[in-house]
C-alpha cells in the first residue's frame, strides 16, 4: 500500500466529499469550514480536524481537564481545534491548503505537529471505544468504514486483459507453421535421403568420361 504523504497543516475539503457525505454533520450549510490535517498510519487516511477562528471563551473550554480542544497559533493566528469531532478522510477529498496572510496556514511552533499528532492518535482511541467527546460529534465510526471501503475499491487492481486472436500483430498472422500433410513427399518424416558424397559424384563423372 502506497504511503499517503501530506504536510500537517489547515486544508479546505473539495466539493467531491461535501456531496458524499452530506448525510453526516460536517459541513454546515453554505458554510466551507478548515481541518488540520495530518496522516493516520493505521489506515493510511488523513485525521481531519475540523477548526473555528479564536475567540476568549475557547479558553477556558479548553483548559477543562476532560477537554480535547487545543488552541493553536497558525501563521501567527489563533486556531480552534476540535478533536472530539475529527474523522478520517482520504487524501482525493482535499481541495487546498487554507491559506493565512497570503501563505499555507502551518504552526508557527513546528515542533507541535508531533505533539497533536499523539493527541489526536488518543482521541482516535476514544471515538474507536464509542466514546462521545462533543456536544455535535461526528459518525467517526460510519466515515471511516465508509473511506475505507472507497479506498479497497479504488486500490483493487483489475486482471490483465488476455489479447484475442484479432487483435494479434500482422507479423504473427503471416507466418504459420505448415502441415506435415502439405509439405512434399520428399520432405515427409521416414522419406528423407541424405545427399551422396561430393568424392562419390566426382568418381562417377569420371567413369563416364572414360
Known amino acids: 500500500m ?9 486544508y479546505i475539503l473539495n466539493d467531491n466529499f461535501v456531496k458524499k457525505f452530506t448525510h453526516f454533520k460536517v459541513i454546515r450549510k453554505n458554510v466551507r469550514p478548515h481541518f488540520f490535517s495530518f496522516v493516520d498510519n493505521r489506515t493510511n487516511l488523513l485525521v481531519i480536524v475540523p477548526c473555528t477562528s479564536y475567540k476568549p471563551i475557547w479558553e477556558k473550554r479548553a483548559n477543562h481537564p476532560k ?6 497559533s497558525f501563521n501567527s493566528e489563533k486556531q480552534v481545534l476540535l ?72 486500490s483493487t487492481k483489475q486482471p490483465p486483459k488476455i489479447p484475442s486472436k484479432s487483435n494479434k500483430s500482422t507479423h504473427n498472422q503471416s507466418y504459420q507453421s505448415p502441415n506435415r500433410a502439405e509439405l512434399p513427399k520428399s520432405y515427409q518424416p521416414g522419406n528423407y535421403k541424405p545427399n551422396p558424397p561430393l568424392n562419390s559424384i566426382n568418381n562417377t563423372k569420371k567413369c563416364i568420361n572414360i
Open 67 to 72: 477537554s480535547v480542544i487545543k488552541i493553536e
Open 2 to 10: 502506497k504511503k499517503t504523504n501530506l504536510r500537517p497543516g489547515l
Open 83 to 154: 478533536f472530539g469531532n475529527m474523522f478520517l478522510c482520504d487524501k482525493k477529498y482535499i481541495k487546498r491548503p487554507f491559506i493565512i496572510n497570503n501563505s499555507m496556514a502551518v504552526l508557527d511552533n513546528l515542533l507541535k505537529n508531533k505533539e497533536l499528532q499523539k493527541h489526536g492518535i488518543m482521541v482516535i482511541n476514544k471515538l474507536r471505544q464509542g466514546i462521545k467527546l462533543s456536544n455535535y460529534p461526528t459518525d467517526f465510526l460510519g466515515i471511516e468504514k465508509e473511506m475505507l471501503k472507497d479506498k479497497s475499491r479504488h
